[in-house]
């Protein structure tokens, strides 16, 4: 799921927020957010719902199931 990969990165550079930052707040490893923003792996689901509420998206855009952002 690139799309997924694409748009967290995104998102977290709206937010002007560091990966550190992103793993801090999630409560996991740097390393493992990195895997996020590549591809390598993808987050369980109570922290793809925390990505989402943090952004403002619905879980849906960040899977790349939709477009629509909210």
């Known amino acids: 799921m690139k799309i997924f990969a694409e748009r967290m990165k995104l998102l977290r550079k709206e937010k002007k927020k560091t990966q550190s930052e ?34 403002g998206v619905t879980t849906d855009y960040l899977l790349g199931r939709s477009d629509k952002r909210g």
């Open 22 to 55: 992103m793993a801090e707040f999630l409560g996991i490893k740097l390393r493992a957010y990195q895997y996020y923003e590549s591809g390598t792996f993808y987050p369980e689901i109570p922290n793809l719902i925390k990505l989402a509420d943090y952004f």
